[in-house]
């Protein structure tokens, strides 16, 4: 649901840029609402399953990561309240790899 959440809003936001316009104030709010009713569903589905458990480190990682994208809520948003801002992270990836893989030929630089 998360993933489709990002999908749609980067399709409409490409959409908006090709016609010259941005989100309004409104939309923006509208957005952030649903990402945090998404939050509230992974959360309550995150309680049902550890319900009447008595370990549950391994739904620890779920339990993170639900912490985390609430905690960074603007900044997993911000490529809907910046224009410039690209909805993935694939260049810094694409040049961490570069890198990455020099290291491993040359052995160090």
């Known amino acids: ?33 649903k990402f945090l009713e998404i939050l509230d569903m992974g959360d309550a589905e995150y309680q049902q399953a550890i319900e009447g458990k008595q370990r549950i480190v391994r739904f620890d990682e779920e339990r993170c990561l639900l912490k985390r994208l609430r905690e960074y809520a603007n900044e997993h948003l911000r490529y809907i309240t910046v224009p410039e801002v690209p909805c993935g992270n694939s ?19």
């Open 91 to 109: 260049g810094a990836e694409r040049c961490a790899k570069e890198v990455k893989r020099k290291v491993r030929v040359s052995g160090g630089f």
């Open 1 to 33: 649901m998360l993933r489709s959440f990002f999908f749609d809003t980067n399709k409409w936001k490409k959409e908006l840029m090709d016609m010259g316009v941005y989100f309004s104030e409104k939309e923006i709010k509208d957005y952030s609402n």
